[in-house]
Antibody
Framework: EVQLVQSGAEVKKPGESLRISCKGSGYSFTSYWISWVRQMPGKGLEWMGRIDPSDSYTNYSPSFQGHVTISADKSISTAYLQWSSLKASDTAMYYC??????????WGQGTLVTVSS | QSVLTQPPSASGTPGQRVTISCSGS????????VNWYQQLPGTAPKLLIYSNNQRPSGVPDRFSGSKSGTSASLAISGLQSEDEADYYC????????????FGGGTKLTVL
């Protein structure tokens, strides 16, 4: 069974750094892209970027380029999304999803990130 | 402001057929396939339709997708109360090194 299990909810202060994770199982982790998708409170889905775990090649949405970093450790089938300096506007639910061509066929359960002073 | 345009809301009564539109441009829908996602309240999104009109295993055939030019649509026939959810269209966009773009989402209410 394909599963993407994300790390737990986080509460951070503005300016702090953060890395959240997404562990894949039940399939060959290096055969599919992992995408990250943001959903701000009460809002729609926004694609942030993706990584090819086989070689760590990434591409980002223009809206998120330079604001976040996507990485992966194929030895433990885990992808990451990280921020070096959080802002209150980063408060959102973040989903990872397995990429199959241009679509995302399996999704993680989501990680809620709250940034507040 | 989302790159793909969807109506913010739609509604229907049980058993009815409803459609949700998704409008884009030549750099996204016009040159790439469209995918649809369903997000039930409080849950993660789920792939509903891929490659314009393909249903993943387990998705009822009440759900269908189509695409023409720079627009796409999702149709739900035999509407059921459990179909009440947010629906998002998405497509690859070839501009700026390529990226996925979503519609703003359509909240479907079953009356």
């Amino acid at each position: 069974e394909v599963q993407l299990v994300q790390s737990g909810a986080e509460v951070k202060k503005p300016g702090e750094s953060l890395r959240i994770s997404c562990k894949g199982s039940g399939y060959s982790f290096t055969s599919y892209w992992i995408s990250w998708v943001r959903q701000m409170p009460g809002k729609g889905l926004e694609w942030m970027g993706r990584i090819d775990p086989s070689d760590s090649y990434t591409n980002y949405s223009p809206s998120f380029q330079g604001h976040v970093t996507i990485s992966a450790d194929k030895s433990i089938s885990t992808a990451y999304l990280q921020w070096s300096s959080l802002k209150a506007s980063d408060t959102a639910m973040y989903y990872c999803a397995r990429g199959q061509g241009s679509y995302m066929d399996y999704w993680g359960q989501g990680t809620l990130v709250t940034v507040s002073s | 402001q989302s790159v793909l345009t969807q109506p913010p809301s739609a509604s229907g009564t049980p058993g009815q057929r409803v459609t949700i539109s998704c409008s884009g441009s030549s750099s996204n829908i016009g040159s790439n396939t469209v995918n649809w996602y369903q997000q039930l309240p409080g849950t993660a999104p789920k792939l509903l339709i891929y490659s314009n009109n393909q249903r993943p295993s387990g998705v009822p055939d009440r759900f269908s997708g189509s695409k023409s030019g720079t627009s796409a649509s999702l149709a739900i026939s035999g509407l059921q109360s459990e179909d009440e959810a947010d629906y998002y269209c998405a497509a690859w966009d070839d501009s700026l090194n390529g990226h996925v773009v979503f519609g703003g989402g359509t909240k479907l209410t079953v009356l």
